[in-house]
Each structure stands twice: as structure tokens, then as C-alpha cells.
């Protein structure tokens, strides 16, 4: 089965569950075309994801992005695929030397990509489409949302995770990376933040710069 078909039979597999499963259509070409000029080449991956949808969602897990969320966010190198509602991000990597396509984990605390949540954009999907459905039955999700992953079912869902998640080369990927919120324009939106000495809101001007290119 190609990389489309296993993305389609994903999603597919988990709307039939329950309607509380949205998979939005697929993206106009001129909206794939918008995404590209703005952040960089999006990779064989997940043009094919976007061949099947724009995103999806589900009550009780954190939903898949659509371009419009990818369009928010200025992650150089790097594609939001989705966040976990705590300031973490889940980023597509698709210039990666080793694993290129795989998706890491971005810690909003320390601004570091910190591990390894899927060897592939085609797993990830896979991965969140069994939460998906353990979701909209009410039951707790056995993916993505565990750190450190279970071994054996990893082994089971995602086979060339671990040889991945174990490799050197691979680690010596990962590190700090900036994400700013941008405008429909590209331009570095303000952000709000917390004094941490007053504990009392601030606004953060944004630079004086456009959406950055990888």
C-alpha cells in the first residue's frame, strides 16, 4: 500500500468510528501552492496528506493541522502537524539528513525539539488515527500523548521507530527551534507572554522581519 492509500485508510478508518471524527477536504492547489511559498517545500509526505485532507479533529484528542494552523506558525525547516494544547508541537521534518520525514516533538518550556514521536508522517497519522478512535468511543488514548512511548506497541505501529529514536546521527538533529505566530501576510505577529518578575501580562513586539525560509 503507497503512502497515500495508508494516510486515506487512516482517516477513513477512524470518521467510520463515530461522527465525532472530522476529516476536512482536501486543499485547493492554490492553497498547497500559498503553504510552499511561504514556509519551503512540504516533502512527498505530506503533499500526500494533503491529497486526502486538510486536517482532521476529534473530540478528546488533539487534531491533525490544516494549511491555514501550518500558516500561523513560523517553524523554518520544520511543518506544525498539531499541538497538544499545552504549547507543545508535534513538527513534521522533512530536510532532515536522517529520518527525513519523521516527526519530533517540540517542548514549548525549554524551545528544543526533544524527541522522537513517529518515524514518519504516514505512521504519525496512523498513530492518531487509533487515538482518534479510542477517543470517540469515550476510552483512553494509547498514542501520542505517553512519554517514553511504549516500546511494544511502538514495535507493533511503527516499526522503524525505535532503530530511529536510537541513532546518534539522528539525535544530533534535534535542539532549539524557534516558532513564531505570523500573519496571513507572513509577517511576525506580536506575542503576549508573562513577566516573570511582576507575573503580569506583557505584549512582545514582534521584529521587524518577515516569515523566515529554512
Known amino acids: 500500500m503507497d503512502v497515500q492509500a495508508r494516510i486515506w485508510t487512516a482517516l477513513d478508518g477512524a470518521a467510520k468510528v463515530s461522527r465525532k471524527v472530522k476529516v476536512a477536504k482536501p486543499p485547493s492547489a492554490s492553497r498547497l501552492a500559498q503553504l510552499v511559498e511561504e514556509a519551503g517545500p512540504v516533502g512527498p509526505e505530506l503533499e500526500a496528506y494533503f491529497a486526502c485532507c486538510n486536517g482532521a479533529e476529534v473530540s478528546g484528542e488533539p487534531g491533525l493541522w490544516s494549511i491555514e494552523q501550518m500558516l500561523d506558525l513560523d517553524t523554518p525547516g520544520y511543518f506544525a502537524i498539531r499541538d497538544d494544547g499545552c504549547g507543545n508541537h508535534d513538527l513534521v521534518a522533512p530536510h532532515f539528513a536522517v ?27 496512523e498513530l492518531w488515527s487509533i487515538g482518534a478512535r479510542a477517543a470517540a468511543r469515550g476510552q483512553a488514548s494509547p498514542t501520542l500523548v505517553k512519554w517514553p512511548h511504549d516500546p511494544m506497541f511502538m514495535a507493533e505501529h511503527d516499526p522503524p521507530f525505535a532503530k530511529l529514536a536510537r541513532s546518534a546521527r539522528f539525535k544530533k538533529q534535534l535542539g ?7 500573519d496571513r501576510k507572513g509577517r511576525i505577529k506580536e506575542r503576549r507572554g508573562m ?6 501580562e506583557m505584549v512582545i513586539p514582534a521584529p521587524p522581519r518577515t516569515r523566515r525560509r529554512p
Do not use: I, K, M
Open 176 to 182: 532549539p527551534v524557534a516558532l513564531e505566530l505570523v
Open 195 to 200: 513577566n516573570p518578575f511582576t507575573r503580569q
Open 99 to 125: 529520518g527525513a520525514g519523521c516527526v519530533v516533538f517540540r517542548d514549548h518550556e525549554t524551545e528544543e525539539l526533544s524527541h522522537l514521536v513517529a518515524s514518519s508522517l504516514t505512521a504519525f497519522v
